[in-house]
């Protein structure tokens, strides 16, 4: 059975990666999830404002108050260097490299085309294979236009695409007016992949004490329709090629979304709730569905369900909506 | 060779020296020498070598006393060991200093010298300690310039392996230990020339060794002790010698020759001052302009070693011509016939001229004086009074200098006016708040003038005596010439002022130069400044024609990201006005200044520095104020007119920085100052303060019981008196049984006495609920309300304060109505002690006597010129006193011992008496239950009738009675401090005092960290913590205090953290003061060294109750009479994980990003402990405990 996918450039031996997720921050764990079977890595994502706050926040808590009172001019002592988390960052990547020999895949979460950017190539620097850029922003500023707003994730692209030689993946939120044209900018801004989807973490109200609470809900399968539907609807129109994430629990789930066109499928929830163990329990039921429905291999189904691949285009469109409006009613 | 010129202070400069020569550093915390110990720790820490090519091992001991044990152990041991300290910890050094002496055992302390506490305390300069050590056996040598520290330190390392005498090698706490000059680096090299390793054999020969046995410190009798203390005499002899000879030995290596005593003035000079210290300094600089510009025949010698004094080197140093000396002392010794040195300098030259070995014609005359007592400033005015007294035919004796002593007349009059230095040294002053960086940018700058011209530097700062809103005063010096200036600076060309509201506090262009120029950090635009300037200062600028230059560093800040520090700003336009450098060579070296001190901390941080630069300039404007006039905006006064006269006329000199000025008159003779002044010092510091919002407010009490500095207040009063109140005072309907019927209530915020903390605003319970961000405490600027609110304030003082009987203390809403009775003290805004403090003084403040360990709370509660302990309506009010650091539970178990033994006499009296006072009164006295307000107010008003009765009374009971009657009334005695004092270096004493059962209540205000001194690693610090001292993460767990003291059975102890739970921390006080017998009240005190937002503070003591760090309980000895278990658990078990506490604060989370390894493990330790740790507490508290378990009572 040849599991073996190509994203990127990268030869994987199986379209599994787990996503961006506290999983990798173990050398441990992720040497473990190698072990699985996992194809490659994606690590934990370094955050833009990591980058640009930790440090000043350092300096403000390591300073304040200093110089103010004759018996107390600091009140720390101070290391010869600080390893602040993006440099932590890299270390960890590099290390990694050493332990591992699937892809490591570096990730970068940011929106804005600053000084954060050069840790691309940082990153690129401590080996990675590819790096991931999650682009995540809530464009909650009513003066600024949808325009902008795609050409800034075009721009952060182009930048990044021309700081680094690694391939380039970028991680989109669902949340476009034209998923398909957003999609052909960022390929023909160079991006090597796309994502689909990045999940927001929603806040929740605290009604006992009338505040906004951070409230992390892990995922389900259902959710991967939406991926599902854009990368049925992107495959084959895009040089670029295409990851599923979002939803991915079991081995079904691997297929629809290799079905659909995508190269690799991500996880994370699955990952975090059942252990390292289900890489490889997946695997095993995914070459088990295959042999009992004869595919000899994963590109045998790649694309086979997307949207150029089925007998009614249509359904991925508006009116897959109404016939499912129409049949919800039927059971009623 | 060409060394390396460096600028560096004092305490740097000995700490270079002593480290490199050490094995093993035995270090504690003091003012002003704790920089040597935590210098030595970190360069252990980054692994620097000592001139063998081994890491000293540097290890914190639990007070100096253990320091000096730990030293005298590793010398016996052999190991080249030394130690840094001052003050009160050179005395306690001083048993340890006679046995390392007396066993003729070479080692060096560094001592930057210090006052020592008498009627006060004072962390500044003088030699107060030092020379309390003289009998010791210890030589003393001195030091008077950064430079000559480092020297003196190479000469003294080198010379007491020689001699085998000891040494304290001394130099001037502050002056010298905090200036910051250039100087000249001794290299590893020439260090290691100045040590004879023949001598290093030696010492290590003479070391206790199984391997060669023999016995050291034997115990001797009468037959042969005496005849054992002369063996010593030839050491001593031979010591002025040697210590020459190394001195020799440095001028070959340095060019530097130094001698036993260095004589400056004219070789013919007829009269001369003696002295030892940085003083000498400004005294060669006063003879050096005496001699040179009228040709007056005056000198200085200079006392370097003191100890063993040389009788031979002293005479061959001063001129054969001079008739009359002036010795000066730089302490005082009541009583004696005079200081030391000047007793010295009379017993040698009469001995000496006694045996005709003096070289002078007839016996000069001899006058000694104190000056410069607590860094007091020593000034060429008052050298040149000191030598023109020797004008005199007959010179006043045992004078004073620098002071006005109108009581017994001892001062000498000096001419402020009179300056010595030339137009070649700049100088300069800037005004700054500690918050804005000033200090830490002049102490740059003056490095980057230091190192990178030719110029010769100096820089001196002088800080505020208040931790919140301090302010900061730094006094540059530079020029072509060696800088002799050992004194603040009396003129200035350039004065920077860095935050506009200091000209009102400060008269800042006083010392200003005419045509000098003035840069001031202005909030408003350069046309609008000028029309907002206090005329003063407009009449100042005209007068003086200052160039007048103005930038808004904090618009600048703001737009660069550098928040509301101005450092970089004002040191820019600083170097761009004084054209020190050229423009952009200045900028350039600002720059490279600027990735050396935040270079560490990540890029980021460097980067906006720079940007802060680059931006400054054209945000710089020179006024031209030609056309412009004098406006109307006075200097408001300094205190209200309503103020006390002590106040008016005294403390009110020192709040305006003039307390110089103050005449021995003026001061209480024996400490005693009145209570309830901070209530006159209107600081106005905090930019937004909380207003009220009684739509919202439920009333709960919470603000006012977490305020820091009690400046927000609740009362409930009739409604009727509402009618008199400002039109903008509000109040609203009191709400609940705990307050009286047809009750107002209202919550007023003291706006010039808050510091604007918002911790009051964060525990505010209450939210809008038409918008949520909004609660019944809500931020606002202070400007725009000041004036309304201060009459606000002023009518809600007016209102009376609830009857203490009627309020239910036991529920927060009714008990936070009692007043304060500690109030706006100089606490850090947000501090985390203060809130707990301010409890007892509100639960027991009528009847508190309060014994304060030496530390935060005795500066914050008792530092000049302004104290904090108030008093009420009735007059009553805490009696707070200071002893020392290490006796503070022995100081209040005493305070106890004195109120129980005058109840006792005055029952005793009552009972004699009981025919004149009556039967019934007697016996309601004697039995009066005062365990509530209403039973010591029936007690009190029963001590009242009974004083009455005794008034016509004529026997000596009667009068002894009614000098202990007050004794009838309870008391309740309070001991407070930090964790340093309880369990560290108090922990002896405090240990023995709740083992004595009695009555006494114990308050640990525990920060985990020594933060008065700068935040030095406690036995209370935890787990991976990071403090000095602890550079790497504490590696040990925090000592569990509330079990040892539990151990006793009959101790009442306590854990609370009133952000986690304010009910439990008041039940716990009112049973802690209910036992009778010793309590042990252990709080969780957030703090300015935990690198947190202090507004957070509260959430940050939850967090630490959550993740099962901090849990809090209570045991109460009492409960076992009732069959109960003594301990109750009040928090549940951890909740949250350990690092999801410790992270929220930087003295962990710095752990991660210096040391991650380390940081993980220490994690995982410190998780593994907290889980056990309650556990154990878990297992103890579910005991079962019955009174009528046979076993549990046997």
Redesign the interface.
């Known amino acids: 059975m040849d599991l073996s996918t190509t994203y990127m450039g990268l030869k994987l031996k199986n379209p599994i990666v787990p996503s961006a997720s506290p999983l990798s921050q173990s050398v441990d764990t992720v040497k473990a999830l190698e072990d699985a079977g996992a194809a490659a890595i994606v690590c934990y994502s370094l955050f833009e404002e990591q980058i640009n706050h930790e440090s000043g926040e350092l300096d403000h808590y390591l300073t304040y108050h200093a110089d103010s009172y004759a018996e107390a001019l600091n009140y720390f002592p101070e290391p010869e260097e600080f390893r602040l988390t993006p440099i932590q960052y890299l270390d960890h990547i590099a290390n990694l490299k050493k332990s591992v020999s699937i892809p490591v895949i570096g990730s970068l979460n940011g929106v804005s085309t600053g000084g954060w950017v050069k840790y691309a190539q940082n990153i690129e620097q401590a080996g990675a294979d590819a790096l991931e850029l999650n682009v995540y922003y809530i464009p909650a500023d009513p003066k600024v236009s949808g325009t902008e707003i795609e050409n800034m994730y075009v721009d952060v692209v182009k930048e990044i695409k021309k700081t680094v030689k690694i391939p380039v993946a970028v991680k989109l939120s669902p949340f476009f007016t034209s998923m398909s044209n957003m999609a052909e900018r960022l390929d023909e801004a160079g991006a090597d992949a796309l994502v689909l989807f990045n999940r927001f973490y929603q806040p929740d109200f605290d009604l006992e004490k009338l505040e906004v609470v951070p409230n992390l809900v892990l995922s389900t399968n259902w959710e991967m329709r939406l991926p599902l539907r854009w990368i049925a609807i992107l495959y084959g129109q895009l040089k670029a090629n295409l990851a599923l994430t979002s939803g991915v629990h079991n081995h079904t789930d691997v297929i629809k979304a290799t079905m659909a066109g995508a190269d690799v499928s991500m996880m994370c929830s699955e990952l975090l709730t059942g252990g390292v163990k289900r890489v490889s329990e997946i695997l095993k039921s995914l070459e088990q569905w295959m042999t009992e429905n004869e595919y000899d291999s994963i590109k045998m189904m790649k694309g086979s369900m997307s949207q150029k691949a089925v007998a009614e285009p249509a359904a991925f469109e508006r009116a897959n909506y109404m016939k499912m409006l129409n049949s919800y009613k039927m059971l009623w | 060779m060409d060394r390396r010129k460096i600028t560096i202070d004092g305490n740097e400069a000995a700490a270079h020296v002593a480290y490199r020569v050490s094995e093993v550093i035995a270090i504690y915390p003091i003012?002003?020498s704790?920089?040597m110990g935590?210098l030595s720790?970190?360069w252990a820490?980054?692994q620097l070598k000592n001139i063998w090519g081994t890491v000293p091992t540097v290890s914190e001991l639990q007070s100096e006393g253990g320091a000096s044990g730990a030293v005298h152990g590793a010398l016996q041991t052999g190991a080249l060991t030394t130690t840094f300290t001052a003050s009160q910890g050179l005395f306690l050094m001083i048993p340890n200093m006679y046995k390392i002496a007396g066993e003729l055992t070479p080692a060096v302390f560094h001592v930057s010298a210090r006052s020592i506490a008498a009627a006060a305390l004072s962390?500044f300069g003088d030699h107060s300690d030092v020379m309390s050590t003289r009998q010791t056996g210890f030589g003393l040598i001195c030091s008077n310039s950064v430079q000559e520290v480092m020297d003196t330190a190479a000469i003294v390392h080198r010379a007491t392996l020689e001699s085998r005498i000891p040494f304290v090698h001394f130099f001037d706490g502050?002056r010298t230990s905090?200036e910051v000059m250039k100087m000249e680096e001794l290299s590893d090299d020439d260090i290691r020339a100045m040590v004879d390793d023949e001598k290093v054999k030696e010492f290590k020969k003479r070391a206790l060794n199984p391997e060669n046995p023999f016995i050291r410190g034997t115990a001797q009798n009468p037959d042969v002790y005496f005849q054992g203390r002369e063996t010593v005499n030839k050491f001593y002899n031979a010591c002025p010698e040697i210590v020459q000879n190394a001195m020799d030995k440095f001028a070959s290596i340095t060019g530097r020759q130094y001698h036993l005593f260095d004589y400056y003035g004219a070789a013919d000079a007829t009269r001369i001052i003696v002295m030892m210290g940085s003083g000498a300094e400004a005294a060669q600089e006063t003879v050096d302009y005496l001699t040179k510009t009228t040709g007056e025949k005056v000198g200085v010698l200079k006392v370097r070693l003191y100890r063993p004094f040389s009788v031979k080197h002293l005479l061959a140093a001063i001129p054969k011509t001079v008739e009359k000396i002036a010795v000066l002392d730089r302490t005082k010794e009541p009583g004696s016939l005079g200081e030391p040195l000047y007793l010295d300098m009379v017993t040698a030259i009469s001995e000496s001229m006694a045996d005709g070995t003096a070289p002078f014609t007839k016996m000069p005359k001899i006058v000694g004086g104190r000056y410069g007592l607590s860094s007091k400033e020593f000034t060429p005015a008052m050298v040149k009074a000191v030598l023109d007294n020797l004008k005199n035919d007959s010179p006043k004796n045992h004078f004073t200098v620098g002071i006005n002593d109108d009581v017994t007349f001892t001062s000498l009059d000096y001419d402020p006016a009179f300056m010595v230095e030339g137009d070649e040294v700049v100088r300069c002053l800037f005004y700054g708040?500690?918050?804005d960086?000033?200090?830490?940018a002049n102490?740059n700058s003056i490095k980057i003038i230091g190192e990178e011209t030719p110029n010769y530097a100096q820089g001196y700062?002088v800080?505020?005596s208040k931790?919140s809103g301090?302010t900061?005063i730094s006094h540059l010096r530079f020029g072509p010439n060696p800088i002799h200036s050992t004194y603040l600076v009396q003129t200035a060309k350039f004065v920077g002022c860095h935050t506009f509201g200091l000209l009102e506090k400060f008269d800042v262009l006083d010392n200003i130069v005419n045509g000098g120029t003035f840069l001031l950090n202005s909030p408003f635009s350069k046309d609008e400044t000028w029309d907002k300037l206090p005329n003063r200062v407009q009449q100042q600028i005209i007068d003086k024609k200052l160039n007048f230059y103005v930038i808004d560093g904090y618009a600048v800040a703001g737009k660069t990201?550098m928040?509301g520090r101005v450092n970089t700003i004002m040191q820019t336009c600083f170097f761009a006005i004084s054209g020190i450098l050229p423009k952009d060579e200045a900028i350039e070296q600002i720059k490279k200044s600027i990735k050396k001190t935040?270079g560490?901390?990540?890029?980021?941080?460097?980067?906006?520095n720079f940007l802060a630069v680059d931006q400054t300039l054209e945000n710089l404007h020179q006024i031209d104020y030609s056309s412009l006039k004098v406006g109307a905006i006075q200097i408001p006064p300094i205190v209200s007119a309503k103020a006390p006269e002590y106040v008016k006329n005294v403390l009110s000199q020192m709040m305006e920085g003039k307390g110089d000025f103050v005449k021995v008159s003026e001061m209480p003779i024996d400490g005693t100052f009145p209570s309830a002044t901070t209530q006159w010092e209107k600081r106005n510091i905090a930019l937004e303060v909380p207003a009220w919002d009684s739509e919202v407010c439920i009333q709960c009490g919470k603000c006012a019981m977490v305020c820091p500095h009690a400046s927000i207040r609740i009362k409930a009063y009739d409604k009727s008196l509402v009618s008199g109140a400002p039109a903008t005072f509000k109040h609203m309907d009191a709400k609940g049984k705990e307050f009286p019927e047809n009750s107002a209530y209202t919550i007023q915020v003291a706006v010039e006495d808050c510091t604007g903390c918002e911790l009051c605003v964060e525990v505010c319970p209450a939210?809008n609920?038409k918008e949520?961000r909004l609660k019944a405490l809500n931020m606002v600027p202070q400007i725009p309300i000041r004036e309304q609110e201060r009459a606000n304030w002023d009518f809600f003082l007016s209102l009376p304060e609830m009857d203490r009987r009627l309020i239910n203390t036991s529920v927060i809403k009714a008990q936070q109505l009692q007043q304060p009775l500690f109030e706006f003290s100089g606490a850090?805004s947000g501090c985390g002690e203060t809130p707990y403090v301010k409890l007892v003084s509100q639960l027991f403040g009528d009847r508190l006597i309060v014994a304060n360990a030496t530390g935060c709370s005795s500066?914050y509660g008792g530092n000049l010129p302004t104290t904090p302990w108030s008093k009420n309506n009735e007059g009553r009010g805490p009696a707070w006193s200071n002893s020392l650091f290490e006796d503070n539970a022995e100081f209040g178990f005493g305070m106890r011992l004195s109120v129980d033994k005058q109840n006792q006499f005055a029952k005793e009296l009552v009972v004699k008496l009981q025919d004149q006072i009556g039967q019934d009164l007697v016996d309601a006295i004697l039995n009066a239950n005062q365990k509530d307000e209403a039973g010591i107010y029936e007690q009190r008003e029963r001590v009242a009738t009974m004083k009455q009765k005794l008034e016509g009374v004529k026997s000596i009971d009667a009068e002894k009675l009614l000098e202990v009657a007050d004794y009838l009334v309870k008391k309740s005695v309070w001991i407070m401090g930090g964790d340093g004092w309880a369990y560290d270096i108090g922990y002896g004493g405090l240990d023995h005092v709740i083992a004595q059962g009695k009555n006494v209540n114990i308050l640990v205000l525990d920060t985990e960290v020594y933060?008065?001194?700068?935040?030095q690693m406690s036995k209370s610090t935890s787990f991976g913590a990071?403090?000095?001292?602890?550079?790497g993460g504490k590696a040990t767990a925090k000592k569990d205090l509330a079990m040892m003291a539990m151990s006793y059975g009959n101790v009442y102890v306590a854990k609370v953290a009133m952000g986690a739970n304010d009910v439990q921390t008041l039940r716990a006080f009112l049973e802690a003061e209910a036992y009778d017998g010793p309590s042990l009240i252990i709080a969780y005190s957030h703090c300015?060294?935990h690198?947190?937002n202090m507004g957070k503070g509260m959430e940050n003591q939850k967090a630490a109750v959550d993740s099962g760090h901090w849990p809090l309980f209570r045991y109460n000895p009492d409960n076992f009479a009732k069959g109960e278990n003594p301990l109750k658990l009040d928090s549940k078990p951890p909740k949250i994980k350990l690092e999801d506490y410790i992270y929220k604060e930087?003295?962990y989370n710095?752990l991660t990003?210096?040391?991650?390894k380390e940081a993980k493990e220490l994690l995982a330790l410190g998780q593994a402990e907290v889980l056990k740790k309650w556990k154990f507490y878990e297992q103890m508290a579910g005991m079962k405990v019955g009174a009528n378990d046979e076993e549990v009572k046997s």
């Open positions: 003012t002003p704790s920089t935590e720790d970190a820490a980054k962390i502050f905090a708040l500690g918050a960086g000033t200090v830490g102490k700062f800080y505020d931790k301090s900061t990201g928040g935040y560490s901390k990540g890029e980021e941080i460097v980067k906006k939210k609920k949520t850090c500066i933060s008065n001194t700068g935040g990071v403090a000095k001292f602890a550079a300015i060294a690198g947190i930087t003295r710095m990003k210096s040391h991650p």
